[in-house]
Nanobody, 130 residues
Framework: QVQLVESGGGLVQAGDSLRLSCEAS????????MGWFRQAPGKEREFVAT????????YYEDSVKGRFTISIDNAKNTVYLQMNSLKPEDTAVYYC???????????????????????WGQGTQVTVSS
């Protein structure tokens, strides 16, 4: 199993920044990709960003491009999500997730789907006030 623990959420004002962290532990060899998803009240969980442990294959959801940056620190088994210029519509619970390597190399479409992710953190709340 892979354990994922997020941190860094909070209450900020529009235009502010936050950095989320997700530390992976356990059998981390079972995954080679890390992703961030978010879920706002009453909405589906949606893709935010993804990155491979190698640092390659970085993808973002369109609404966060240019504002959010995903990065990875292999030495710390930690993935980060730097969020700048936050907007009220970014308010959500943010989840870190990872697909099992048994799924193989995921296509651009599949890597954005929450159904392809097998390991999930508990989530961290981000609230952006206007």
């Amino acid at each position: 199993q892979v354990q994922l623990v997020e941190s860094g959420g909070g209450l900020v004002q529009a235009g502010d920044s936050l950095r989320l962290s997700c530390e992976a532990s356990g059998r981390t060899s079972r995954t080679n990709t890390m992703g961030w998803f978010r879920q706002a009240p009453g909405k589906e969980r949606e893709f935010v960003a993804t990155i491979r442990w190698s640092g390659a294959y970085i993808y973002y959801e369109d609404s966060v491009k240019g504002r959010f940056t995903i990065s990875i620190d292999n030495a710390k088994n930690t993935v980060y999500l730097q969020m700048n210029s936050l907007k009220p519509e970014d308010t959500a619970v943010y989840y870190c997730a990872a697909p099992s390597v048994s799924r193989g190399m995921l296509s651009f479409q599949r890597i954005r789907s929450r159904y392809e992710y097998d390991f999930w953190g508990q989530g961290t709340q981000v609230t952006v006030s206007s």
